[in-house]
């Protein structure tokens, strides 16, 4: 059957051409597509595959025992039950777990004929959500620093948001000054409608926020010292 749709992995710098007639494979036996590690027992002999199937490409865990971590082109990271698949209709980092590091599996896929466009790409200055809105600088400042572990890949990846006094001193910011840039961010956005930004998760609804409204992106890791 002819190759319909181009999609690829990339484990490391080698990138893999994937075909609709047969399955990619990843784990420690020799006869996967990656081998990732022979020797390392913490990882399945056949720890996943991405196949192609009634029209749409899929991720299978193909451990009996050991998740997947999957992390979608947001920055968000959801987990992969043993037996479990899911449908590949954007890019995705995979991650399997190991007894010396973790390794990672970028899969690109073509988006799912029929799936809505993406969505424009914002100026930088307005959100998605509450016309009127005015995102600066400053602003976009403090958010990355606080959720620079959503917008990191692996083995950096950690999606959940900075302390105040990390992020502050990442910026070189007072720690006062960053709480209260915040405040006042929360406050407008909250004001113009978006919600859950106040309350004990309102950092983790304004970094999810952030990040599906595209206010912020992996780009801007860049603007603040690593």
């Known amino acids: 059957m002819a190759m319909l749709t181009a999609a690829w992995a990339r484990v490391g710098r080698a990138r893999h051409a ?3 007639d047969e399955p990619f494979t990843f784990g420690r036996a020799e006869t996967c597509s990656v081998v990732l590690d022979p020797d390392d027992i ?5 720890a996943g595959s991405v196949e192609y199937d009634k029209g749409a490409w899929w991720l299978i865990n193909r451990s009996n025992v050991r998740a997947l971590t999957v992390v979608d082109e947001l920055g968000f990271r959801n987990v992969l039950p043993p037996g479990r698949r899911i449908v590949l209709d954007a ?26 466009p993406d969505q424009e790409p914002l100026d930088g200055t307005r959100s998605s959500i509450g016309n009127g809105v005015l995102i600066n ?14 917008l990191d890949g692996a083995p950096r990846h950690d999606p959940q948001p900075n302390t105040y006094a990390a992020a502050a001193a990442r910026l070189g910011w007072p720690k006062p000054t960053l709480i209260k840039r915040v405040e006042y961010l929360r406050n407008r956005l909250t004001n113009a409608g978006v919600p859950n930004l106040m309350g004990w998760n309102a950092l983790s609804a304004l970094a999810e926020y952030a990040i599906s409204a595209e206010l ?11």
């Not at 995979?94 to 970028?106: C, F, T």
């Open 18 to 20: 994937l075909s609709e």
């Open 42 to 46: 913490m990882i399945s002999r056949l």
């Open 91 to 116: 890019p995705v980092a995979v991650g399997i777990d190991a007894m010396k590091v973790l390794h990672e599996i970028v899969i690109v896929v073509p988006r799912t004929a029929g799936q809505p």
């Open 137 to 150: 600088e400053a602003d976009r400042l403090a958010m990355v620093a606080l959720f620079a572990g959503y």
């Open 216 to 226: 912020i992106t992996t780009a801007d890791l860049a603007l603040i010292k690593r």
